[in-house]
């Protein structure tokens, strides 16, 4: 599951992934995509262009970019830090019993990473997400113990915001396929929360969408959703979704 993410400026092209206690010096790279020590890693970078975005990720991530890194590392405080390597700038994140943790890092483009994926406890089993056809999605990698209910599974469609046209249809796909599943009483309440969590992505996909825009987006989803048994479940969600992003960008 996505549990954070940042935007980074680096002056130095290097990112530590890894404790919160720094090293004593700053690490130079020296041609290498990555160094590795007992308690950080330390990528090849952007520098001075532009922001590095990078996620953390626990038990369940998506299966992109080059895996650089799978193995083992020491967090002292059961902190995992990801930042800078001179400290201006960093993301941090409680992960529980400090100790030693599995960690996988992946990057867009190693020795130059523009965005770099770092994932706690990574599984080894690939699940397809519910998609439309002709609109597929990443695959994910997910921990073997991770068993995966509805809400979750939406959280991971809409966890990134590229193929915005594909995450929506594959979101609307699945609260229409599952709304049976869920208990009578409920149905309506659980339909609402699942759309607010499409208004919400809504707002990252469109940074002019305001609150009251989404507001009324989420309302006329959950019109054409509310009652609906479509014949074709793609074609269906796919037109709703086109009319969506319309709406979310004009």
């Known amino acids: 599951m996505l549990v954070g993410s940042a935007e980074i400026y680096l002056n130095h092209p290097v990112i530590r992934i890894g404790s919160t206690e720094l090293p004593g010096d700053v690490v130079a790279l020296q041609g290498s995509k990555l160094i590795a020590t007992e308690g950080h890693l330390h990528v090849a970078a952007r520098a001075q262009v532009g922001l590095v975005r990078a996620r953390l990720w626990s038990?369940?991530?998506p299966v992109e970019g080059v895996v650089i890194f799978d193995g083992s590392l020491r967090l002292d405080d059961g902190v995992v830090c990801i930042g800078d390597v001179l400290g201006a700038s960093s993301f941090r994140q409680g992960i529980g019993v400090p100790?030693?943790?599995?960690?996988?890092?992946?990057?867009?483009d190693p020795g130059n990473a523009s965005r770099i994926d770092v994932v706690l406890d990574p599984g080894t089993r690939e699940v397809a997400l519910t998609a439309c056809r002709n609109?597929?999605?990443?695959?994910?990698?997910?921990?073997?113990?991770l068993s995966l209910d509805s809400t979750d599974e939406l959280g991971l469609i809409l966890s990134a915001h590229n193929i915005p046209l594909n995450r929506l249809a594959a979101a609307l796909k699945l609260i229409c396929l599952v709304v049976e599943n869920?208990?009578?009483?409920?149905?309506?309440?659980?339909?609402?929360?699942r759309i607010r969590m499409i208004g919400e992505w809504l707002r990252w996909i469109s940074p002019i969408l305001s609150e009251a825009g989404a507001s009324s987006i989420t309302s006329f989803i959950l019109e054409k959703l509310q009652?609906?048994?479509?014949?074709?479940?793609?074609?269906?969600?796919?037109?709703i979704s086109s009319?969506?992003?319309r709406r979310a960008t004009a």
């Open 59 to 61: 038990d369940a991530s």
């Open 182 to 193: 869920d208990e009578v009483a409920r149905r309506s309440a659980m339909m609402e929360f």
């Open 243 to 245: 009319e969506v992003m």
């Open 227 to 239: 009652g609906a048994s479509p014949v074709d479940v793609d074609s269906f969600s796919i037109d």
């Open 135 to 145: 609109h597929p999605l990443p695959l994910f990698r997910v921990a073997d113990s």
């Open 99 to 108: 100790g030693n943790r599995r960690i996988l890092v992946s990057v867009d």
